[in-house]
């Protein structure tokens, strides 16, 4: 009975478990991306063509890694930590997407 107080008592607002599922595919959309720029750097180097250069690798890398650490606090905490974030993978996101894609 603890255990099913507990369950009930983490599950949050409806809007809450949304916008932490959004966040969620955006760090997991970061990391996917991060992956993709390594194996595109990867075979840039194998085939000695210049590729995306190590700066956008090493941002795409160090954003998924803020990204899915923030995911983490996200999932287990709730409040002003959870709500900040939130906000820093959306900030981080949207900074990846239009500096480094966009332009």
Do not use: K, Y
């Not at 949304?18 to 997991?28: C, D, I, K, Q």
């Not at 900030?91 to 894609?101: D, E, M, N």
């Amino acid at each position: 009975m603890t255990g099913a107080r507990r369950r009930r008592n983490n599950a949050g607002s409806p809007a809450r478990n949304r916008f932490a599922g959004l966040t969620g595919v955006l760090a997991a959309g970061l990391g996917v991306l991060a992956v993709v720029v390594l194996a595109v750097q990867l075979s840039g180097w194998l085939r000695e063509h210049p590729g995306p250069g190590v700066g956008v690798l090493c941002a795409h890398v160090g954003a998924a890694a803020v990204a899915i650490t923030a995911q983490v606090v996200v999932d287990r905490e709730r409040g002003v930590r959870a709500a900040i974030c939130q906000g820093t993978i959306v900030v981080l996101t949207g900074a990846i997407l239009v500096l480094l894609w966009w332009w």
